[in-house]
Every structure is written in C-alpha cells, then in structure tokens.
C-alpha cells in the first residue's frame, strides 16, 4: 500500500541548534504538506510543496521536495523552545482519490534549554 | 469567527456501546475527515468525504460509521464493532476540487472505553 515514513521519530535537540527531519514515500507524490502538533494540540498546516526540487523557507524552517517527488525534509535553524511539538508530513499519491493525504508518523521534537 | 469544531472534548463510553462524535464546520469547505491518532503515533484515515451525501472508507473504517446530510456537519459513530476504540479522534475539512489543498483540524476528541 502507500506509505509514508518519517525519521527520525525522535529528536532531543540542545536549544540553538540545527536540525533535520525527513519523509519519504513508497510511491510518487503529487504534492507533499507538513503540519505541526503541539503537545495536547491538533496539527495545524505548515507548507504545501508541489513541484520537483522545490525549496521554500519560513523564517528558520526550510522545506525540500525531492526530485522524484518521492522524499521531502523539513530543516530547523537556531531551535527555540517554541520549536517543540510533532512534525508531521502528509503526502497525495499520484494514484490516490480526491485529496486523501497519507500522513507519516511524524517527528517528536524535545527542545533542551 | 470561522473555524472547525468538535465536541466533546472528552468521552468515556462503557464497552458495547455506540458513541457518536460531532464535527461541524463553517468554513465553506466541501471536504471533511475523520482521523484516529493513538497515542506515539500518526494520523490514519477512517472515513472522508467529498461532497454531501457522499463518503468513502479510509484505512481504517472497520467499526465506524459515518454520514454526510449536510455540508457543514460530518458526525463519526464509534460502534461496538471496533476492537480497540481508546484514541485521539481528529476531524479536518478543506476545499475539494484539486489535490492541493490544506486541511483544518479540529480540537479533537479523547475517547475512553472503560
């Protein structure tokens, strides 16, 4: 079936650091979305990437979608305490109906101070 | 103020018994979700739907049961069916008509079977 995975599924980082998480699929994807979840939260949308290769920032994340649209990261600059939550990326398969996302399962991310 | 709500917040149901969640919205969207997150884990599909009076099975549809009567409102039954029914259950809607469209959560609703 389709699948998504997400490495690593936990992340200590020391409060200032860099660092990356990274999502790759079984299949093809059209478009790939990143959500983050804050402790006791629900997700809420980070960023939609739909082109091969395509790099988008916001603020200190950055955002890659892999050349065969088949992987993605999610890299964290200078980490801030506010940084804590789970990071999720949910990926539409080329094959899949409507706009069923497949989700990953996600990166916990513990900010040390 | 528009948004997505559910409720309620928390829900403890005796084993055997049906519970059914609310999720409505009014953001004008056309699309609605229900996800299960159990605790450590990802999100997995359980029904959704695309238009009124229509829905389709998500990964795990075995034990719920969904309807779709009107746009705003997309209410998910947790049956005696399911097995293990304890979890985090998240609804979302969004626009429909392309695949490139984000989805709004809602709260969520923590269901406990004692």
């Known amino acids: 079936g389709q699948q998504v995975m997400q490495i690593p599924q936990y992340q200590h980082v020391q409060e200032g650091e860099d660092f990356t998480t990274y999502c790759n699929s079984s299949t093809t994807l059209s478009n790939i979305q990143w959500y983050k979840q804050r402790p006791g939260g629900h997700p809420v949308f980070l960023i939609q990437l739909v082109k091969s290769g395509e790099v988008k920032k916001q603020k200190r994340l950055t955002f890659q979608f892999g050349e065969a649209k088949k992987n993605s990261s999610l890299h964290i600059t200078a980490t801030q305490t506010t940084d804590v939550g789970t990071y999720f990326c949910a990926g539409v398969h080329r094959q899949a109906a409507g706009n069923k996302l497949t989700f990953g399962g996600g990166t916990r991310v513990l900010v040390k101070p | 103020d528009g948004g997505i709500t559910q409720s309620p917040k928390y829900l403890f149901r005796k084993e055997g018994q049906n519970v059914t969640l609310s999720c409505e919205q009014n953001?004008?969207?056309?699309?609605m979700y229900w996800y299960r997150q159990d605790p450590g884990q990802g999100l997995r599909l359980i029904y959704y739907?695309?238009?009124?009076?229509?829905?389709q099975k998500g990964d795990i549809a075995e034990g719920y049961s969904v309807s779709r009567e009107k746009k705003e409102s997309f209410p998910l039954t947790v049956t005696s069916a399911q097995k293990n029914p304890t979890a985090f259950y998240l609804c979302a809607s969004s626009f429909s008509g392309s695949s490139y469209n984000e989805q709004f959560f809602g709260p969520g609703t923590r269901l406990t079977v004692l």
């Open positions: 953001l004008n969207h056309d699309a």
């Open positions: 739907s695309q238009i009124v009076n229509d829905f």
